[in-house]
């Protein structure tokens, strides 16, 4: 009894570790899609994630996470850059050549941060929104 328990609990292990892998290289696998980290303004722990930005709208997915919905959905037209700087001392948990946003979006103030690799292409996907009317 005790042998088959530990066999099933071992089999799900692997289920879950597999469905955890799948996912992220689904996530991975397109077209704009990047690792970014995301922290709301006064968090103190940046969560990490996949970001999917085309069209109009990013889609940011916990990295951590078995759902198969975006944790964020950001609408293009609604980002503005605020500021851009190099991790410090209290963003241990990012790569030391990851750079930070400080964006203004719909959802509200939020802090982006990504390799510097690609920086260029995700500003310009910002800066490329039709314009829009107020």
């Known amino acids: 009894m005790t042998t088959a328990l530990l066999v099933l609990v071992g089999l799900l292990l692997v289920a879950l570790v597999a469905a955890f892998l799948l996912r992220r290289r689904f996530l991975l696998s397109g077209l704009g899609a990047v690792t970014m980290w995301l922290r709301p303004p006064g968090a103190a722990r940046w969560a990490v994630g996949v970001a999917w930005y085309s069209g109009e709208t990013l ?9 198969v919905r975006p944790n964020r959905r950001l609408c293009r037209s609604q980002f503005q850059i605020d500021a851009r700087r190099r991790p410090t001392g209290e963003d241990l948990s990012l790569p030391a050549d990851s750079v930070i946003l400080t964006c203004r979006t719909g959802a509200g103030p939020q802090e982006l941060a990504m390799d510097s690799s690609t920086v260029t292409g995700f500003l310009s996907w910002i800066e490329s929104a039709p314009p829009v009317d107020r």
């Open 59 to 67: 889609l940011w997915y916990r990295a951590l996470s078995l759902s």
